[in-house]
């Protein structure tokens, strides 16, 4: 069975600042997808980014990056230029990628960044 | 953009009732999922539908059952509430993988309350 990790359960970030999330997972997959979501106060959950894992290139999204270590796997979420409205619970998910339906989606506990002014 | 809503934001119940946690989505979405969002836990899957009528068992099922009578509507049953039900109840959709689909979208949640 796979799993995720996320050894930071809170952090903070001023205004402006760089801000890194990690998040480990354990697999015997080859093939699989990873993700990073975030859930705002009282809002809901969205996507940020996606990877997968048979693209050596780092994903990015805009001021959302990713360093996707297949080898140690590990998948760390990069956030340049922090904004009020980056506060929220981030989770890492994981997902086999012939998952026939999608209910093999793991998610880690999640990370709340808060972004201070 | 895909928009998947629940019907009630906060529910307040009492132990032994039966509640009902209603989800729709608007995107003609194979996929729908209910999960249960607990602090330190992340999310777990309760149940998940692949199609009209059909269900499968997450890895939570105990005390839940569900409900697909039509495509864009999941419901969520519990049938005799109890405290330990308390929780951030999400429900997510998403694309069959067949059609390419791996994101899930979800709901803005239900937090569920059980006196």
């Known amino acids: 069975a796979q799993t995720v990790t996320q050894s930071q359960p809170e952090m903070s970030v001023q205004e402006a600042e760089t801000v890194t999330l990690s998040c480990t997972y354990d697999?015997?997959?080859?093939?699989?997808?990873l993700f990073w979501y975030k859930q705002p106060p009282s809002r809901q959950m969205i996507l940020v980014i996606r990877q997968e894992a048979y693209k050596q290139q780092n994903a990015t999204e805009n001021r959302f990056s990713v360093n996707f270590q297949k080898a140690a796997k590990s998948f760390s979420l990069k956030i340049s230029d922090s904004q009020l409205g980056d506060t929220a619970m981030y989770f890492c998910?994981?997902?086999?990628?012939?998952?026939?339906?999608?209910?093999?989606?793991?998610f880690g506990p999640g990370t709340r960044l808060s972004v201070l002014p | 953009d895909v928009k998947v809503t629940q019907s009630s934001r906060y529910l307040v119940k009492r132990t032994g009732e039966k509640v009902f946690l209603e989800c729709v989505q608007d995107m003609d979405h194979e996929n729908m999922f209910w999960y249960r969002q607990d602090p330190g836990l992340g999310l777990r899957l309760i149940y998940f539908?692949?199609?009209?009528?059909?269900?499968e068992k997450g890895d939570i099922p105990e005390g839940y059952s569900v409900s697909r009578e039509k495509k864009e509507r999941f419901s969520l049953i519990l049938e005799s509430a109890s405290t330990n039900q308390t929780s951030m109840y999400l429900c997510a959709s998403s694309l069959s993988i067949g059609a390419g689909g791996n994101i899930q979208y979800f709901g803005a949640g239900t937090r569920l309350s059980v006196l």
């Open positions: 998910a994981f997902m086999k990628l012939y998952d026939n339906y999608g209910q093999n989606f793991v």
């Open positions: 697999t015997s997959e080859n093939n699989y997808y």
């Open positions: 539908s692949y199609d009209v009528k059909m269900k």
